[in-house]
C-alpha cells in the first residue's frame, strides 16, 4: 500500500502563508491525493483532493509535482484555527483503503 | 443537529465486557465506516460498508464486529474488551457521488 511521508511538526505565524509538505514516491496511478485535518478533540475534516492537477477550494491550493511524487498543501494565511493536525492520504476515490498516517501537527503563532 | 452523530461519547469498560458503539448519520448517505485513534497516531480503518447488504473488513478489523441495521446506523461492536482497545473511534459517511468523507465527533472508549 502507498505510504506517505510528512513531517512530524510545523510552525507558521498568522496571517502568513503555510506550506505543508507529503512524500509519496510509491502513488499509484489511480491514487487520488487526499488532505484532512483534524482540530483538537474533533473528528478529521476533508480540505481538498486531486489526481493529477493543482487544485484550488476555498479552504486551500493543492500542488502536485508533475511526477505526483510529492504534493503541497498550501493555506494562503494562516489563521489561528487552522492550528491542527493535517493528514495527507494517498487513496482510490472509494476510501476503501484510506490510511491517515501520523500527520503534520501546524502550530500558528499570533 | 450533527450530520453525523455517536453514541455514547464516552464510555469505560471492564475486560471482558461486551460493549456497542452506535452510529447515525442524517445525510443520506450509502457509505459509512469506522475507524479507531491511538494516541499520538492517525486513523486506522476498521471496518466499512458501502450499502446495508455489504460490509468489509478493513485494516484492522480482528476483535470487532459491526451491524448495518439501516442505511442510517452503523454499529461497532466488541465482543469481549480488552485495554488495548482503549483508543477514539470515529465514524464517518460519504457519498457515492463524492470524494468526501464526514467524521462524527467520536467515542472515547477506555478498558480497565
Known amino acids: 500500500d502507498a505510504k506517505t511521508t510528512q513531517p512530524n511538526s510545523m510552525e507558521s505565524n498568522e496571517e502568513e502563508p503555510v506550506h505543508l509538505p507529503c512524500n509519496h514516491s510509491t502513488i499509484s496511478g489511480t491514487d487520488y491525493i487526499h488532505w484532512y485535518r483534524q482540530l483538537p478533540s474533533q473528528g478529521p475534516e476533508y480540505v481538498i483532493h486531486g489526481l493529477t492537477s493543482n487544485v484550488n477550494n476555498r479552504m486551500a491550493s493543492l500542488a502536485i509535482a508533475e511526477d505526483r511524487k510529492s504534493s503541497t498543501l498550501i493555506l494562503h494565511r494562516a489563521t489561528l484555527r487552522d492550528a491542527a493536525v493535517y493528514y495527507c492520504i494517498l487513496g482510490p476515490y472509494n476510501f476503501n483503503k484510506f490510511y491517515f498516517g501520523s500527520g503534520t501537527k501546524l502550530n500558528v503563532k499570533p | 443537529d450533527a450530520d453525523v452523530t455517536q453514541t455514547p461519547r464516552n464510555r469505560i469498560t471492564k475486560t471482558g465486557k461486551r460493549i456497542m458503539l452506535e452510529c447515525s448519520q442524517t445525510k443520506g448517505h450509502d457509505r459509512m465506516y469506522w475507524y479507531r485513534q491511538d494516541p499520538g497516531l492517525g486513523l486506522r480503518l476498521i471496518y466499512y460498508s458501502f450499502d446495508v447488504k455489504d460490509i468489509n473488513k478493513g485494516e484492522i478489523s480482528d476483535g470487532y464486529s459491526v451491524s448495518r441495521q439501516a442505511q442510517a446506523k452503523f454499529s461497532l461492536s466488541l465482543e469481549s474488551a480488552i485495554p488495548n482497545q482503549t483508543a477514539l473511534y470515529f465514524c464517518?459517511?460519504?457519498?457515492?457521488?463524492?470524494?468526501?468523507?464526514?467524521f462524527g465527533p467520536g467515542t472515547r472508549l477506555t478498558v480497565t
Open positions: 464517518a459517511t460519504s457519498d457515492l457521488f463524492s470524494y468526501e468523507q464526514y
